[in-house]
């Protein structure tokens, strides 16, 4: 496993549609390795695959609460080439953030619940109903897959205020 980089607003690799994965190589499973490594190390609990400026349809996920005891055990997920194929009329709102937009976070208004097909590193395909936490976190990521990001929910006052930030921090950084 390697740590990789997150790539941060505004790179531009982040508006990238990712491409569908046609086989579960060793390659894509060396990937969300990778994925999961730098994803706990933020730390995140979802991570698509152009975070890590590689665009292929490839989330990692652990929404892991911790037990009565007071101790957390991990709950790896990997999700390739993810769909959403129905959502619910109700919708919710969460607090969103993202680990390419870091420190930032604002409320986004998303379907509660949704149904998501999805191939797993075995090849096999799920198909399952999301809601809660889940459900937010899959739309917020498979948004990444087609180069959307979750300030694009806010106002635009709100949005472009987040992207001109984040543009002046990488000028200061060059
Ligand atoms: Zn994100």
Same mark, same amino acid.
Request: glycine share 4%; aromatic share 6%.
């Given at each position: 496993?390697?740590?990789?980089?997150?790539?941060?607003?505004?790179?531009?690799?982040?508006?990238?549609?990712?491409?569908?994965?046609?086989?579960?190589?060793?390659?894509?499973?060396?990937?969300?390795?990778?994925?999961?490594?730098?994803?706990?190390?933020?730390?995140?609990?979802?991570?698509?695959?152009?975070?890590?400026?590689?665009?292929?349809?490839?989330?990692?996920?652990?929404?892991?609460?911790?037990?009565?005891?007071?101790?957390?055990?991990?709950?790896?997920?990997?999700?390739?080439?993810?769909?959403?194929?129905?959502?619910?009329?109700? &919708?919710? =709102?969460?607090?969103?953030?993202? /680990?390419?937009?870091?420190?930032?976070?604002?409320?986004? %208004?998303?379907? +509660? *619940?949704?149904?998501?097909?999805?191939?797993?590193?075995?090849?096999?395909?799920?198909?399952?109903?999301?809601?809660?936490?889940?459900?937010?976190?899959?739309?917020?990521?498979?948004?990444?897959?087609?180069?959307? &990001?979750? =300030?694009?929910?806010?106002?635009? /006052?709100?949005?472009?205020?987040?992207?001109?930030?984040? %543009?002046?921090? +990488? *000028?200061?950084?060059?």
């Amino acid at each position: 496993m390697a740590l990789r980089e997150i790539i941060i607003l505004p790179d531009k690799q982040l508006r990238l549609v990712s491409k569908p994965i046609e086989k579960v190589t060793s390659e894509i499973r060396k990937l969300a390795d990778d994925m999961f490594e730098t994803m706990y190390d933020a730390p995140g609990i979802g991570l698509a695959a152009i975070q890590i400026a590689q665009p292929v349809r490839l989330i990692t996920m652990d929404l892991a609460k911790p037990n009565p005891d007071g101790e957390t055990k991990p709950e790896p997920r990997v999700f390739i080439n993810p769909a959403i194929i129905a959502s619910s009329d109700e &919708l919710s =709102v969460y607090e969103e953030g993202c /680990l390419s937009i870091p420190e930032y976070y604002e409320e986004v %208004e998303r379907p +509660a *619940k949704v149904r998501v097909r999805f191939t797993d590193l075995d090849g096999k395909v799920h198909e399952e109903d999301a809601e809660g936490l889940y459900a937010t976190c899959i739309q917020h990521e498979i948004d990444h897959l087609n180069g959307v &990001l979750f =300030v694009d929910y806010l106002s635009k /006052l709100k949005r472009d205020r987040v992207i001109k930030k984040f %543009e002046k921090a +990488a *000028k200061r950084a060059e």
